[in-house]
């Protein structure tokens, strides 16, 4: 089996939809990698984990699967059993038992970082000046306009829920974790991956590297596929 023959899923993380991934596409798409985003409904974590396995069913062959901060915990919920490979990226991966607000409370908040609440929907949005300010202080001014016109709020039911057993007990993990994230501390972020027993690539980048720093994440995402390939 070869590099060629493993396809990678990619879910992208509250705020965001799956053109925030379009840069590492094009990354491995140039190593002849086939990569699809899939599209997380941001309304609970049950949703977002049955939207997730969709995609899965429409790929075939072995997968890696990648998942942008939120949705550490989502990809972590799949049970399919082609999916060999997990790779978080300034993610949050609660254990079992857990929510993601738990994880992503734990440590003080960056002075940067935005007050969130739900609007009176019921929605969490994110304010249009964090995404320059915390979500992606390293994006450029045209990147920076995607992110904020195509935003997705989230739903409280995401965090809320207490998570099964995540499936990277049971398979092996990667973990990016961006030393100068303002969303989820990186202290958090090398503790959860310690945690998890991922490898781990440190970096100083900011919460959003698969915008600002897409090389860096596709690089990644290309050493699980070759351990999966090896293996």
């Not at 503790?191 to 897409?214: C, L, N, Q």
């Not at 860096?216 to 390939?229: F, H, K, M, P």
Request: with cysteine; hydrophobic share 50%.
């Amino acid at each position: 089996m070869s590099s060629k023959d493993v396809s990678v899923v990619l879910a992208h993380g509250a705020w965001a939809d799956g053109s925030s991934w379009a840069r590492v596409i094009t990354a491995l798409d140039a190593e002849g990698i086939t990569a699809v985003a899939t599209p997380l409904p941001l309304t609970s974590l049950a949703d977002d984990v049955a939207a997730l396995n969709r995609t899965l069913d429409r790929v075939e062959g072995p997968i890696v699967l990648a998942g942008h901060a939120y949705a550490g915990a989502v990809i972590a919920e799949t049970r399919s059993p082609r999916v060999k490979a997990l790779v978080y990226v300034a993610a949050l991966a609660p254990d079992e038992g857990e929510t993601v607000a738990d994880v992503f409370y734990r440590a003080p908040p960056h002075p940067f970082a935005p007050k969130l609440a739900p609007d009176a929907k019921g929605l969490i949005w994110l304010p249009e000046s964090a995404f320059a300010s915390a979500f992606a202080q390293g994006a450029r001014a045209e990147e920076l306009a995607v992110l904020a016109a195509v935003q997705r709020p989230i739903s409280p039911a995401c965090i809320t829920v207490p998570v099964g057993r995540p499936r990277w007990k049971d398979i092996p993990s990667w973990f990016l974790v961006a030393e100068d994230d303002r969303m989820i501390a990186p202290e958090t972020q090398r503790s959860t991956a310690v945690r998890m027993k991922a490898v781990v690539r440190s970096h100083p980048v900011d919460h959003t590297p698969i915008v600002t720093a897409p090389k860096l994440v596709a690089d990644i995402i290309q050493e699980a596929i070759r351990s999966v390939t090896e293996h």
